[in-house]
């Protein structure tokens, strides 16, 4: 496995598992702070199980844990496993994580529904939803690295080209005004935010990760990651670990 200048998980030495749930990008198996600001169902809807879809919020939650970033660009807070309740929780003790408490049932919000998705709903998204291999990739939009996903019905906009896979950073560069047009499409964008563990800053634009809700034991819990050259729809890590949350909404 490719390894970034400051490795993923084995930077602090404790024991992460790394899972086998490996998105490559070839081909792959057969198979704004307001929720009025959201996009139109009908064509930003995901595949996350059989006959099960959904739409992502506008971007990551913000530093309180509490709303959305304005900009799907904007990396957003850095969170525990499971500390919807406590967003603020920065304990390096795993057994402070025993429950999950999801953040979409504390957000600032009067509607509710928002939701962490589940290992399986990853996967099945990223390997095994139709044309997976190709509504999925890393890119740069606005000058952010991240990983750009495709909804279950694409049309790309006029004068603008998406190049599935994740080879490079490079692959897909957007500036703001193309993505604006690519967003009114359905299309969604994770920026890397990198991750906090023991108070040390993210290198930000360096990797993404991002929390499932499924816990693995008493101490870890699955988690969503990419950078330049690979994507992983499910690996394992310390609930400690602070890392990026992006929320899902059922389609009814």
Request: charged content about 25%; hydrophobic content about 35%; glycine content about 12%.
């Amino acid at each position: 496995m490719k390894t970034l200048g400051r490795p993923i998980v084995l930077a602090p030495l404790y024991w992460v598992a790394f899972v086998l749930c490996f998105v490559a990008c070839a081909k792959e198996p057969s198979e704004n702070h307001s929720p009025d600001s959201q996009q139109d169902t009908s064509t930003s809807t995901f595949s996350i199980g059989y006959n099960r879809r959904v739409y992502f919020s506008p971007g990551n939650l913000d530093i309180r844990g509490r709303l959305f970033v304005g900009r799907e660009w904007e990396y957003g807070g850095y969170f525990g496993w499971g500390t919807g309740d406590a967003p603020g929780t920065t304990s390096m003790n795993n057994g402070d994580y025993r429950v999950f408490h999801d953040w979409g049932d504390y957000l600032g919000y009067v509607e509710s529904g928002w939701r962490t998705m589940k290992k399986s709903e990853w996967e099945y998204m990223l390997l095994y939803r139709r044309d997976a291999e190709y509504k999925r990739g890393t890119g740069t939009v606005n000058g952010v690295h991240g990983m750009l996903l495709l909804p279950d019905r694409w049309q790309a906009p006029e004068g603008v080209v998406f190049s599935p896979g994740c080879i490079s950073w490079e692959d897909n560069v957007f500036t703001r005004e193309q993505w604006e047009r690519m967003k009114e499409e359905g299309a969604v964008f994770l920026p890397a935010g990198d991750y906090i563990w023991n108070g040390a800053p993210p290198h930000e634009g360096a990797s993404g990760l991002y929390w499932t809700a499924t816990p693995v034991g008493d101490k870890e819990a699955y988690y969503v990651c990419f950078y330049d050259g690979r994507v992983y729809a499910s690996v394992v890590n310390q609930r400690c670990f602070r890392l990026s949350v992006r929320l899902v909404r059922d389609v009814d």
